[in-house]
């Protein structure tokens, strides 16, 4: 059966000549697997590919990107499909799904591993955590490992170890010309420099190489519960002690609404909440000293802070993020001074549904010790990455709580210097990508999407224009 792309008509037989050339599967409209196939985790994003080839191996990308550029298709690259604008998706395009790729190899004497750019960071953990071993991860399980690093990658073990991608150590990609390169700090050093936190701009990544650290089994994690009549106290202490937090100490603040969770009382359920959650990555003594002052930030309504499994920590947040919910998320590097807290606790009382929040990332550490420059990720010098989410199970009155997430994130980004955070980016507009970038990291940006994507195959994406196209 022939299939309408938003070019034209592919024939039944060149989309035959596809399938004969991978080792994985073409799904087209009208395929059984077609509904599944060409669904994202965010529901928002409701669009119908031409093709969905779901990649075996590296010879698949590079069938599929040859095709795509022979058949002048659009392109989504998708990982873990956790792409909050959609960008892992397209309408009357072809998606490069790898998720099929899963392979793994973890170097326990090296402290490395190599992940296939399928795995999401449940079932890299699960690989890593088999030695004790970790590098920093998505704080929900179902996240995929590519699209977080390539993007910087912010977790439990940021103040630690940094982000993912300051963990990076190589990557093997497939150009837009179907070339297979590896790199890293020797070869291809500038696209190495540029996969760490430029996004999926320069070509499919096929494999990710990891440094990885000792963590665990066991770590000091979990969370304090405060109700938000003190969340103005609550956030200035917290703001006032992460100065004196060791590297091992990792805290964010999230400012939502209680779900129904066993450990809250009943009246609670329902009534808008602070919750301070954090995770100590040291030995759990040292960690109880580290983490006593979060306990009394006012008066806790549940503290469930205590040792637990880094795997426990690393899935803890996993029932609330189910996938096929609506989803915006929008972001903002800030000082949190005074005015900036309270443009966040006077957003908290105004949340659209149940299920919207503020997230307040503490940042420093590991973080902010790597070199201005070192990474396309820039943003090292930030005192609080702060996320806006909107969520909502029902697709009615979505934009308008989307557009609740970008209010709220306008009063929060006046009080930093407006930059904003690729992967936390629910927008596709072209400013939203500038705005992640200073001038000169950006002008370098293009430097490397001009020598790997000079005709910009790969545009679904936080997009670096290449010079060609203005
Ligand atoms: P995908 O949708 O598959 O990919 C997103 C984009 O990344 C693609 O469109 C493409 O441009 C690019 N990409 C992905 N894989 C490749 C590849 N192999 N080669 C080239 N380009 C590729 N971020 C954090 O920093 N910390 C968090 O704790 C965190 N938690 C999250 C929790 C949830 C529930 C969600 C939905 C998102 C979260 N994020 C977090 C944001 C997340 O990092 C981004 O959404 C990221 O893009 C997801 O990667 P993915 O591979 O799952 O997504």
Redesign the pocket.
Known sequence: MSVETARGVLGDATIGELEAAVRGSVVRPGDAAYEEARA???AAHDKRPALVVRCAGVADVIRAVEFARSQDLLV?????????AG??TCDGGIVID?SGMKGVRVDPGRRRVIAE?GLTWGELDHETQAFGLAVTG???S???????T??????WLLRRHGLACDNLVGAD?VTADGRLVHADAEEHPELFWALRGG??NF????SLEFELHPVGPQVLAGLVIYPAAEAAQVVRRWRDLCPDLPDELTTLVNLTTAPPLPFLPEAVHGTRIVVLAAMYAGPAEAGEEAVRPLRSLGTPIADVLGPMPYLGMQTLLDPL?TRGAH?YFTSAFVEPSDAALDAVTAAHLTTPTPQSEIHLHQLGGAFARVPAGATAFSQRDAGVLCNVIARSPEADGFDGHADWARATREAIARHGNGSM?V??TGDGERDKALASYPQEVRDRLVRVKDAYDPTNL?R??QNIRPSAAG
């Open positions: 994202v985790w965010n989504a690259v998708r990982g873990g499909a956790h792409s909050i960008f892992s790898l750019a998505g704080l929900v179902s996240t995929g490992v590519s699209g977080f390539l993007g910087g990658g912010v977790g990609l996004g999926g070509g499919v990544v096929t993020w989803n955070y992967n936390f790969f679904l994406n």
